[in-house]
């Protein structure tokens, strides 16, 4: 079974500075995609980043962008130039390529509290 | 503009009395999940629906039901709340079609359901 692993509970950052949230994640798959998902307080979870498995480069969308890893499974998230508006619970997720059947049914790592202070 | 717009935001209901949370979608995709969130803990997938075609999660328990009367509506019905039901429900849709999809959710604001 495909597993999602976030060892950091809670992160902290000051103001513009960079921070880099981790994710680890255990498949037998080689087609995949792998995501971070922002959830606000109160708010609707929304996607930041999208990274296929097949592809070498690392993703990148404005001040954020990922280290994905593929041998050693591993999908980090940097958040540059950090703001204010980035506090959130950081999501990890993974779906299998194929869909499998599942049609794409996302797994979820625990989550990552990211406070920035002033 | 909401795509994905979930009613009511908040939910009280009592011990054993049912209820129906409502989801609907202006992106005309074919998937619609539902998720169960509690506190501090990621998402879990309940069930989700690809067109018609309904997808149970093995372990989701049988007091969660499921409707989609059409594309633009999803409904989750629990049987007999427990207090344990209590967190917050998420939907979220996807186009289902691999080529377009990119495998990217949407997702509503969520209901946050209390059981007294």
């Known amino acids: 079974a495909q597993t999602v692993t976030q060892s950091q509970p809670e992160m902290s950052v000051q103001e513009a500075e960079t921070v880099t949230l981790s994710c680890t994640y255990d498949?037998?798959?080689?087609?995949?995609?792998l995501f971070w998902y922002k959830q606000p307080p109160s708010r609707q979870m929304i996607l930041v980043i999208r990274?296929?498995?097949?592809?070498?480069q690392n993703a990148t969308e404005n001040r954020f962008s990922v280290n994905f890893q593929k041998a050693a499974k591993s999908f980090s998230l940097k958040i540059s130039d950090s703001q204010l508006g980035d506090a959130a619970m950081y999501f990890c997720a993974y779906t299998p390529g194929d869909y499998g059947g599942s049609q794409g049914n996302l797994i979820f790592g625990k989550g990552t509290k990211l406070s920035v202070k002033p | 503009d909401a795509m994905v717009i979930q009613n009511p935001r908040y939910q009280v209901t009592q011990f054993g009395k049912p209820v129906t949370l409502s989801c609907s979608q202006t992106?005309?995709?074919?998937?619609m999940y539902w998720y169960q969130q509690k506190s501090s803990q990621a998402p879990k997938l309940l069930f989700h629906?690809?067109?018609?075609?309904?997808?149970n999660e093995a372990d989701t328990p049988d007091n969660f039901q499921s409707r989609r009367p059409n594309t633009s509506f999803c409904f989750l019905d629990i049987r007999s709340p427990g207090l344990g039901d209590a967190a917050m429900y998420l939907c979220a849709t996807s186009t289902g079609k691999r080529q377009l999809a990119k495998n990217i959710q949407y997702f509503g604001a969520g209901t946050r359901l209390s059981v007294l």
């Open positions: 992106l005309n995709h074919n998937v």
């Open positions: 990274q296929e498995a097949y592809k070498q």
């Open positions: 498949t037998s798959e080689s087609d995949y995609y």
């Open positions: 629906y690809y067109d018609k075609d309904f997808n």
